[in-house]
């Protein structure tokens, strides 16, 4: 038996996700976020599976990232890297750099003007994340005077939307006046704006160019409604070892289970050095058939256990699903965590055997 656990990963799903929200935004074009290696799922196989989709543009969160990206995908399709880049550290991987300060923004112009070719890139306008972009300030310098950007070849001005997934928070449409107010202020150019959960507030907020992560991956980018995207992720792994214990027997590091009766119990090889967190010590469940599994015990490095107890069938070498299917989604095992889907897929290890559905 391989005890190593087996995470499936369902790329027509993923495409069959890019479509629908794709169908969602038109006219405007919908890009595909593989930053984080594509949430954790591998991005040298969703981004092709994306670009085989219709997929023609592509986000990055690092320069190494646009860099192993622009290899897997060829040339052709727009790569940006979020976080930014000097100008020309790119080499030969044609990267569009996010411009995230009015710095940035001389930087690659005055670039653009040395080499007597204009740099393309995307310019990043803070409207309420405070995090990236110009701020209000810079805003208005570059809305004083637009000879600021000579030497560039802006291709979109983006905004990013912290609160989404909250439809009815007030900074959403705060943020959206904000980013066309200051779009009326700079040289007409494309936008883009909606996230995942943006293309699901209305026609205002898709843009020019969508840029949705989560959703392509299952997460539902509405929370608090049925989860409109398809399921990508499964993980299931053999049971190791079944033992019996008596009744006042402890489980695993710290005692922390201790057994009210007779109990069967399972290890899987599955840890939080795979991304299992240890905080689902005691919250997480497995399933087996249609039946639901306890996890009890603390989450170790490299083993969980489950009690079989009520599983009277159940032997070793038979695998038990942890993530989708029976099991909890990616969100929903995220809400045992009190953390967010996201951070359940990219905390996924490298440890899984992969496979990889294709469409
Ligand atoms: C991560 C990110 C996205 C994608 O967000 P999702 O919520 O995963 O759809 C879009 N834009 C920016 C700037 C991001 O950092």
Redesign the pocket.
């Known amino acids: 038996m391989d005890p190593t656990a087996l995470l499936r990963i369902d790329l027509g799903a993923i495409a069959e996700n890019w479509r629908a929200l794709a169908a969602r935004a038109a006219p405007g074009a919908v890009a595909g976020?593989v930053?984080a290696n594509a949430?954790g799922l591998g991005a040298a196989r969703v981004a092709p599976a994306l670009h085989a989709a219709g997929c023609r543009h592509f986000?990055v969160?690092h320069l190494a990232e646009g860099m192993a990206l622009r290899a897997a995908l060829g040339a052709g399709p727009m790569i940006a890297v979020?976080n930014g880049f000097a100008p020309g550290a790119d080499e030969e991987a044609a990267l569009m750099p996010v411009l995230n300060s009015l710095g940035d923004v001389l930087a690659h112009a005055a670039a653009g003007r040395s080499a007597g070719r204009a740099r393309p890139a995307l310019l990043h306008l803070d409207t309420g994340m405070a995090r990236l972009g110009l701020d209000a300030g810079e805003q208005a310098r570059l809305a004083a005077d637009h000879s600021l950007l000579a030497g560039l070849d802006l291709l979109y001005v983006?905004s990013?939307l912290a609160c989404?997934d909250e439809p009815d928070h007030p900074l959403n449409a705060e943020q959206a006046a904000r980013f066309a107010r200051a779009c009326a202020r700079l040289p007409k150019l494309p936008r883009s704006f909606a996230?995942?959960?943006g293309l699901f507030l209305g026609s205002d907020y898709a843009s020019d160019l969508a840029?949705?992560?989560?959703?392509l991956y299952g997460?539902n980018?509405t929370p608090g409604a049925a989860n409109p995207m398809r399921q990508v992720v499964r993980l299931e792994a053999p049971i190791l070892q079944i033992r019996d214990i008596p009744a006042g027997a402890s489980v695993g590091y710290g005692a922390s289970f201790v057994a009210a009766r007779p109990s069967r119990i399972a290890t899987i090889a599955v840890g939080y050095a795979d991304g299992y967190l240890r905080c689902l010590s005691g919250q997480g469940v497995a399933a087996y058939r249609d039946m639901i599994l306890p996890m009890v015990g603390r989450v170790s490095m490299d083993l969980i256990t489950l009690d079989v107890t009520d599983a009277p069938g159940i032997t070793p070498g038979e695998a038990v699903q942890l993530i989708g299917g029976a099991a909890p989604s990616p969100d929903d095992l995220a809400a045992r965590a009190g953390t967010i889907g996201?951070e359940i897929l990219t905390s996924l290890g490298d440890r899984y055997r992969r496979d990889y559905r294709a469409g």
């Open positions: 976020v930053k949430y986000f969160a979020l983006m990013h989404a996230n995942s959960s840029r949705p992560g989560c959703a997460i980018p996201y």
